[in-house]
């Protein structure tokens, strides 16, 4: 078997977004900073997200048969065992890098070993229910929004405010994306109302731009994305839902850009959008959805 079929089963194309998460739950809560840590925590959370992935293959895996049969596991590329086992130990070993930083930070590691299993308990939660829940674009915000939490934890014995705030718009963001995406199997949107939940994070980012300046321009970056990206859910027969989607997850990292800029860190907040432009970079080969 390839490496292109493992890749695919970790959609390794939206990374990118997961590294911009920790950059911006770092400067949130005033502990971003270019130390070798910082990179490990990356990779702590990347495994996460690629284990949450994998994990979402194989429990999916008789849903795909009927509605994307080419997925990976249908096709008989992989096993669904192998992928089972690589999720879970994926999940654990991003519980343990991140409790490695922690230690490493010299901080007390159990509130970092507590946010990576919540992290990890999440994950599991929405991989299994997510077709049937309703509220399943409430808990995939929630993973994102404990990206932020289990970042800030690893470096940090407490949450600041800010970081709360943050994620908050973070979550709501994710709920209007998420909902989407559950709907580019068919192409199709049964309902509008959930997508205004993308508005909530412009909203804060008003507030933040007139504290802070600096942040105007990506703020309009991140507008200007989004609206771009909506633009590809038009009811017609140019409707493309899954073209939407992938922009929406780049997105993600210029949102992101948006509240590193309002902490005062222009050059981090221009990282982030780099990362941005990476995703949409890396989705042209691995498919992101």
């Known amino acids: 078997m390839s ?19 920790v950059m911006a739950g770092l400067a949130l809560g005033g502990a971003l900073e270019f130390r070798p840590r910082v990179f490990v925590l990356w990779f702590a959370l990347s495994l996460f997200y690629v284990g949450g992935m994998y994990l979402n293959d194989a429990f999916d895996r008789h849903i795909d048969a009927v509605e994307r049969p080419k997925r990976p596991i249908p096709s008989g ?16 070993d991003g519980i343990i890098g991140t409790v490695l930083v922690a230690s490493s930070a ?57 970081v709360l ?7 709501c963001y994710l709920i209007g994306l998420t909902y989407a995406a559950k709907q580019e199997a068919f192409n199709r949107l049964t309902r509008l109302w959930p997508l205004a939940f993308i508005g909530v994070p412009v909203v804060y980012g008003v507030c933040l731009a007139i504290r802070q300046p600096l942040a105007w321009p990506f703020l309009i970056l991140f507008v200007a994305w989004a609206l771009y990206a909506l633009r590809f859910l038009r009811a017609g027969p140019s409707r493309a839902v899954p073209q939407a989607v992938v922009r929406l997850i780049a997105g993600i990292a210029l949102l992101d850009a948006l509240f590193i800029a309002a902490t005062g860190s222009w050059s981090w907040a221009l990282v982030a959008v780099g990362l941005c432009a990476a995703t949409r970079l890396f989705q042209r080969v691995i498919p992101g959805t």
């Open 77 to 92: 590329q992989v096993s669904a065992r192998n992928v089972f086992l690589l999720g879970f130990c994926m999940l654990v």
């Open 165 to 171: 705030w943050g994620a908050l718009a973070l979550w």
């Open 106 to 162: 010299g901080i007390c590691a159990y509130p970092a070993a507590a946010s990576g299993l919540a992290l990890a308990g999440l994950i599991v939660f929405y991989n299994v229910y997510h077709k049937q829940n309703p509220l399943s674009p409430v808990l995939m915000g929630a993973c994102r929004v404990m990206v932020y939490v289990t970042a800030v934890f690893a470096l940090r014995d407490s949450i600041p405010t800010a």
């Open 3 to 21: 490496a292109g079929v493992w890749l695919r089963l970790g959609r390794v194309s939206n990374l990118p977004t997961v590294w911009s998460n």
